[in-house]
């Protein structure tokens, strides 16, 4: 393996972060419904209690 200060070491797979991570279809669904049952569960507080 080659270790010489000019080049640096890049791991065999691509490191992904949370953008990359909230990108994907099914997260954004779920995060959706959480959110938009939040928002109910608050009008119901604020105007019908």
């Given at each position: 393996?080659?270790?010489?200060?000019?080049?640096?070491?890049?791991?065999?797979?691509?490191?992904?972060?949370?953008?990359?991570?909230l990108?994907?279809?099914?997260?954004?669904?779920?995060?959706?419904?959480?959110?938009?049952l939040?928002?109910?569960?608050?009008?119901?507080?604020?105007?019908?209690?």
């Amino acid at each position: 393996m080659d270790t010489s200060p000019g080049r640096p070491t890049a791991p065999t797979e691509e490191r992904r972060g949370c953008l990359f991570a909230l990108s994907q279809p099914p997260l954004m669904i779920f995060l959706a419904v959480i959110g938009c049952l939040l928002l109910i569960a608050a009008m119901h507080d604020l105007y019908l209690l």
